[in-house]
């Protein structure tokens, strides 16, 4: 049964894994440099007068790190 668990288990985990194949590698392919550029400042201005960084505790850590990620989904030039 451990085996049968395990071999499942394994399956899902790889059958979720990105493909190297639907990765994009011609920067600026959806959006223009102006485009990027614009999101990239207006994300980077919204995370310097967030709340999040005023306070330490465990859901404003949470908070910075989503507010990071979306700060760099918007710099990134192959989204």
Do not use: H
Request: proline content about 4%; hydrophobic content about 40%; glycine content about 2%.
């Amino acid at each position: 049964m451990k085996l049968f668990t395990s071999i499942l288990l394994a399956l899902f985990i790889f059958s979720c894994a990105p493909s190297e194949k639907s990765k994009n590698t011609i920067p600026y392919k959806y959006r223009t440099k102006a485009q990027v550029d614009a999101a990239c400042k207006a994300q980077i201005e919204e995370n310097k007068n967030s709340k999040a960084q005023a306070d330490s505790n465990a859901g404003n850590f949470l908070l910075g790190v989503m507010m990071a990620m979306q700060e760099d989904w918007a710099c990134d030039p192959y989204r």
